[in-house]
């Protein structure tokens, strides 16, 4: 385990393996938990389109699902063999046992924030208004 994934042990969770191709979930389906990546690099596919590759250790996926009790939000495929953690933890049970889990999700649902709005600030700079 990487210093990135060592917060994450002592979850009840399961490591999953997924070939190159293999979809991992599918947008619009049930959330069961969320992820943690111990390796490899996951697509982050939206109405198919490619919206992000995953490939840092340790990168919390399928958090908005779980928090919100949402169906998914994104199509997640394997872009390399990768190895995930699936975590199943009820989010009351998390805020009150693993309060630093909690706040790494914080903060990259704020991260992800924060690039979206870079990415759409980009976005509307290149429209060309009369």
């Not at 293999?22 to 982050?44: H, K, M, Q």
């Amino acid at each position: 385990m990487s210093q990135q994934t060592t917060p994450f042990l002592g979850l009840p969770a399961n490591k999953k393996y997924y070939r190159i191709g293999e979809t991992i979930l599918r947008e619009g389906d049930p959330s069961d938990g969320w992820f943690v990546l111990l390796s490899g690099r996951v697509g982050v596919f939206k109405s198919d389109f490619s919206v992000a590759v995953i490939e840092k250790p340790g990168t919390v996926i399928g958090e908005l699902g779980f928090l919100l009790d949402i169906p998914r939000t994104a199509t997640l495929i394997a872009q390399e063999a990768t190895l995930l953690m699936h975590v199943r933890i009820g989010v009351d049970e998390l805020i009150e046992k693993h309060p630093a889990i909690i706040k790494k999700m914080l903060t990259v649902l704020a991260e992800r924030v924060v690039k979206t709005t870079e990415d759409w600030r980009e976005s509307v700079e290149k429209i060309d208004v009369y």
